[in-house]
Every structure is written in C-alpha cells, then in structure tokens.
C-alpha cells in the first residue's frame, strides 16, 4: 500500500499574489519525484465548479455562501483530495478550509462556532499538512488587483475594509493552526518567495 500523500494549501487575500505561485510550487514538486494532483477551491470537481460559478457572480445570504462553500469541498474531498492522497499522491490546492474563515467569519461576519462545526461535519480530523499564506497589505492587494485589468468578481469587487477583516481572520486562524501554517511576506519579488518556498518545502521532499 503506498504512503499517504502529502496535503498543501496556498491561502491569502485577493491579489496577494499566490495564483503566481500555485503552478509552480505543482512542476517543483513533480520536478522533485512527486506525483501531484494540481486544484483548487471553490471548485476541484464537475459540481464543485458550478457551485464556483454560482459563488463568484451570484448575491446570496451569508450562510447560504457559507454552506455552498462547504457543499463544493465535500464534493472536493470525496472526489479528489482524500483518494489522490489515499494513493500517495501530493494534492496542491488554491484554497481550502482556511478560506471560509477568513472570507465568510471574518470578511462577512459569520460566527466563528458555525464554521468550526461545519469544518467538523464535512472534514472531521482532515486538514492540511502545510498551509502557506501569502500575506499582503489589503490596500496593497486591492492595487494589484487593479492593476490586472481583469474583470472583478463578487469578492474582488468588496471595500478595503473587508480585506483587512479577511487578513486578520487568517492571522487569528493561522495562530490557531501555528504548527501547519507558514508564513509568506507577499511583498517580497517573486524570485524571493519561490527561495522562501523552496526551503520550506525541501525538507519535505
């Protein structure tokens, strides 16, 4: 029976930048021997991209939001994160658990209760074995947002404000988490963060 494999997360703020950082840290990690199973959140799966569609673009009550979100990452987990690693395979997700904290508990205010007993529900004792969060100045973010030109979705249209309750739900979640989260300053040149990962993620390769 193979070992399991291993479960990687990249988290962070809109425009923080770790998109620029997923596919490589996936050829990085094949590069190294790794069979890597590339996704991420919402989505992952046939349903789990519908539902994405839905998330980004329609408005909805907060924990109708909520409990979509959780609704794609059961379908995420069955379908492809827990038989990729259960074959030893290493699973690299844009997103995942932290998200729903960061997003609906701290950017929109649902109680943090509610997200740990549906975090419980859908993922029992499952969570990541390395979490990376990329983390950036809100009002940094929200200019390098503007500056892709590309059209904002639902999320990427909110105020700063709602950025900086999104930061600082990751930083209370990340010292709950401390021992799986690893910290990146996203200001830094990508040529650096990839060092930073690099030397992180070595030791486990």
């Not at 329609?58 to 987990?77: K, V």
Request: proline share 3%; charged share 30%.
């Amino acid at each position: 029976m193979s070992a399991r494999g291993r479960f990687i997360t990249l988290e962070g703020i809109d425009g923080a930048g770790k998109s620029t950082h997923h596919a490589w840290l996936v050829d990085y990690l094949r590069g190294k021997g790794h069979p890597v199973v590339s996704t991420r959140e919402p989505g992952g799966t046939s349903l789990g991209e519908k539902l994405r569609g839905l998330l980004l673009v329609e408005p909805m009550h907060l924990e109708t939001e909520a409990l979509l979100m959780f609704a794609a990452r059961r379908e995420h987990l069955a379908e492809v994160i827990e038989p990729a690693l259960a074959r030893g395979h290493w699973v690299v997700s844009d997103r995942f658990t932290d998200a729903s904290f960061a997003y609906q508990g701290g950017g929109r205010g649902l109680a943090w209760e509610k997200l740990r007993q549906l975090e419980q529900w859908v993922q029992g004792e499952l969570q990541p074995d390395l979490t990376l969060l990329f983390d950036l100045d809100a009002g940094l973010a929200r200019q390098r947002l503007q500056g892709t030109g590309n059209a904002p979705d639902r999320f990427e249209r909110e105020q700063q404000e709602f950025f900086e309750r999104v930061r600082a739900a990751y930083h209370r979640r990340a010292e709950e988490c401390a021992t799986r989260f690893y910290l990146i300053d996203a200001r830094l040149s990508i040529e650096k963060i990839r060092e930073s990962l690099e030397e992180r993620i070595s030791s486990d390769c």
